[in-house]
Nanobody, 119 residues
């Protein structure tokens, strides 16, 4: 199983970015897909999560600025980030709770994509 993130970039405050995460491999089904972030010297934190029913939840500080979405099977999920602030600077990681083809449920992480918000 692989999770591959893309879309990280250097942007100015107030600008937008869209991150993508594509899941591939021996996947039977995906229960949740989520985005987490980790800034230097800080713990990894939840940004947003979506389940296969389409229900979403967000960290309080991201509500109204970030939107998570995905295709029906959650093979690809997106994080639309608007009104970016310098404090959003972090490595953003994709996470999936999924069932593999041999019916094992496990959590997987992508390699991360850097988002830098700076003027």
């Amino acid at each position: 199983v692989q999770l591959v993130e893309s879309g990280g970039d250097l942007v100015q405050p107030g600008e937008s970015l869209r991150l993508s995460c594509a899941a591939s491999g021996n996947i039977f089904g995906i229960n949740f897909m989520g985005w987490y972030r980790q800034a230097p010297g800080r713990e990894r934190e939840l940004v947003a999560r979506i389940n296969r029913g389409g229900s979403t939840n967000y960290a309080e500080s991201m509500k109204g600025r970030f939107t998570i979405s995905g295709d029906n099977a959650l093979n690809t999920v997106y994080l639309q980030m608007n009104s970016l602030k310098p404090e959003d600077t972090a490595v953003y990681y994709c996470n999936a709770l999924l069932v593999t083809s041999d019916l094992v449920t496990s959590s997987y992480w992508g390699q991360g994509t850097q988002v830098t918000v700076s003027s």
